[in-house]
T-cell receptor, first 117, second 111 residues
């Protein structure tokens, strides 16, 4: 299994509080991603990173920010959590292929279950 | 917008082949077909991918039609541990291309 850990694995918080989720990898992969998964929606991309300090938005980025100061860590922050952000959050990593353009597979972490009351 | 269409569910008997269909009629020439699966409460797991040729690895086979408008993932000898949601995804080649997960197909393997 790819070396990806997420912390915390479970969190319960209250509306309006800030929350930071951490994704840590030991694979030295360039690309890192944050997804959320909700019933009826499958996985949806929140933000992704293509290198240290290089990030971009996904399809559901409103209310979320990210930071990547080191290759191995990708942080997802909810500045002011809302009940609609109750979800399971998955981190993923991938590396570019030898051609420089084609990606290999994405490897996913175990997930963080976040409940916002 | 979904680029792939999968039936919501199917089942098969343990030990038999599971054939999971996927339609991607609007696939473009530089898009790959990827399959991932997600076992309950775990993160998704990559299975296989292909461009136009059939592919096989230790987990599964991927059969892509000649016109590339549909594909089939084959699990040759399904086990109870293969019960999962299987996602068929099309994705462009390119450094900034992203995976877009739809709702997938729920495969139930019965004893």
């Amino acid at each position: 299994d790819a070396g990806i850990t997420q912390s915390p694995r479970h969190k319960v918080t209250e509306t309006g509080t800030p929350v930071t989720l951490r994704c840590h990898q030991t694979e030295n992969h360039r690309y890192m991603y944050w997804y959320r998964q909700d019933p009826g929606h499958g996985l949806r991309l929140i933000h992704y990173s293509y290198g240290v300090k290089d990030t971009d938005k996904g399809e559901v980025s409103d209310g979320y920010s990210v930071s990547r100061s080191k290759t191995e860590d990708f942080l997802l922050t909810l500045e002011s959590a809302t009940s609609s952000q109750t979800s399971v959050y998955f981190c993923a990593i991938s590396e570019s292929g030898a051609s420089g353009g084609v990606w290999h597979e994405q490897f996913f972490g175990p997930g963080t279950r976040l409940t916002v009351l | 917008d979904a680029k792939t269409t999968q039936p919501p569910s199917m089942d098969c008997a343990e030990g038999r082949a599971a054939n999971l269909p996927c339609n991607h009629s609007t696939i473009s020439g530089n898009e790959y077909v990827y399959w991932y699966r997600q076992i309950h409460s775990q993160g998704p797991q990559y299975i296989i991918h292909g461009l136009k040729n059939n592919e096989t690895n230790e987990m599964a086979s991927l059969i892509i039609t000649e016109d590339r408008k549909s594909s089939t993932l084959i699990l040759p000898h399904a086990t109870l541990r293969d019960t999962a949601v299987y996602y068929c995804i099309v994705r462009e080649a390119g450094a900034n291309s992203k995976l877009t997960f739809g709702k997938g197909i729920t495969l139930s393997v019965r004893p």
